[in-house]
């Protein structure tokens, strides 16, 4: 199947400063990625579609001046956590679907954030 | 606007014993369905999905499910759970189309006992 790619796995960073984490798709081209958020215990709440080329759609109550999504090419959605604050801590995963045909959405394998 | 409903957050079930998880969904058109399975700290791993055409489908490590519309209900089954077994398991639905968006449920938590 389809791989998506998402880096990095891990990531500790101090409060006050800015994450990047990217999201590929490795065999496939995606006009549309997603980004979901997971709170421990909790299912994946959507926060964002990022289209290529254009901005992202964001989800009620997600603030897009601090989640930034980036998504310069068929291929690649980044992420920026901006300013992160100890309550940004999550796991925060991506998806993609092959812009060409219906199929499932193939996700990335995460990527742990924590705030301290 | 689409949802899911996973009425049951954890089951327990003993090794070997058989395995239904239940999956209610709302969706406007014909709705694209699937089960994911995430082992703790990992990400999603696709179980199976449906389409169209037959509307049993069979998965991945021995999983199937039925789709009824009738009922709204995607239901997974498994005629015998192995330990390994034990996970999280989401059910979800989205549209055709790279472009749609897929929507989970809350998620079920399998722990299976010896």
């Known amino acids: 199947g389809a791989v998506v790619s998402q880096h990095p796995s891990r990531v500790i960073c101090k409060s006050g400063t800015s994450v990047k984490i990217e999201c590929r798709s490795l065999d496939f081209q995606a006009t549309t990625m997603f980004w979901y958020r997971q709170f421990p215990k909790q299912s994946l709440m959507l926060m964002a579609t990022?289209?290529?080329?254009?901005?992202?759609?964001?989800e009620q109550g997600v603030e897009k001046d601090k989640f930034l999504i980036n998504h310069a090419s068929l291929t690649l959605s980044t992420l920026t956590v901006t300013s992160a604050h100890p309550e940004d801590s999550s796991f925060y995963i991506c998806?993609?679907?092959?812009?060409?045909?219906?199929?499932?959405?193939?996700f990335g394998q995460g990527t742990r954030l924590t705030v301290v | 606007a689409q949802s899911v409903t996973q009425p049951d957050i954890h089951i327990t079930v003993s090794e070997g014993a058989s395995l239904e998880l239940r999956c209610n969904y709302s969706?406007?058109?014909?709705?694209?369905l699937f089960w994911y399975v995430q082992s703790p700290g990992q990400g999603l791993q696709l179980l199976l999905k449906y389409f169209s055409g037959d509307t049993l489908v069979q998965g991945i490590k021995g999983f199937e499910a039925e789709f009824k519309r009738s009922q709204s209900s995607f239901n997974l089954r498994k005629p015998s759970v192995h330990w390994s077994d034990a996970a999280e398991y989401f059910c979800a639905v989205g549209g055709s189309g790279g472009y749609q968006k897929v929507t989970f449920g809350t998620g079920t938590k399998l722990q299976v006992i010896p």
């Open positions: 990022s289209n290529e080329g254009s901005k992202a759609t964001y």
């Open positions: 969706y406007g058109a014909t709705p694209y």
């Open positions: 998806s993609a679907r092959d812009r060409g045909r219906n199929t499932e959405a193939f």
